[in-house]
């Protein structure tokens, strides 16, 4: 339930080709939180992009190939465990918000390994 309310997220911002080899928004308004991400999985039809894209496997809208989806977020409403979340967030923006603040609160307080932070030291793998 939790990586669903936070993946929930995607609702703002787009992807840049420059910075994650992705490029465009989940959403036609980028700028609000709401929870049209969940209501655009189920609703729009996904298919790989195609055409001249050279990036990697992402999924764009058939209707306007304007928005598009990570694979990762085709897995939420993939999954038997996931997609029941999709569902309820895609009916009740609130209950999304409670879902969405009580998780992310969470990560926040606990914060990540020192490891995993930009400042560490890089390590030989």
Not at 42 to 65: H, S
Not at 66 to 76: A, E, Y
Not at 89 to 106: I, P, R
Request: with cysteine; charged share 20%.
């Amino acid at each position: 339930q939790e990586i669903v309310a936070l993946s929930g997220a995607h609702t703002l911002g787009r992807c840049h080709k420059t910075r994650s080899g992705f490029d465009g928004p989940w959403t036609q308004d980028p700028l609000k939180f709401d929870n049209t991400y969940f209501t655009n999985l189920l609703e729009k039809t996904w298919q790989p992009r195609a055409g001249d894209w050279d990036g990697p496997l992402q999924y764009e809208d058939a209707e306007t190939q304007t928005l598009m989806m990570l694979p990762t977020d085709l897995v939420l409403i993939q999954d038997n465990a996931f997609k029941p979340w999709v569902k309820k967030y895609a009916k009740d923006a609130n209950l999304f918000a409670k879902d969405f603040a009580d998780a992310f609160a969470k990560l926040v307080s606990l914060g990540c390994p020192a490891a995993s932070s930009p400042s560490a030291p890089k390590t030989a793998v």
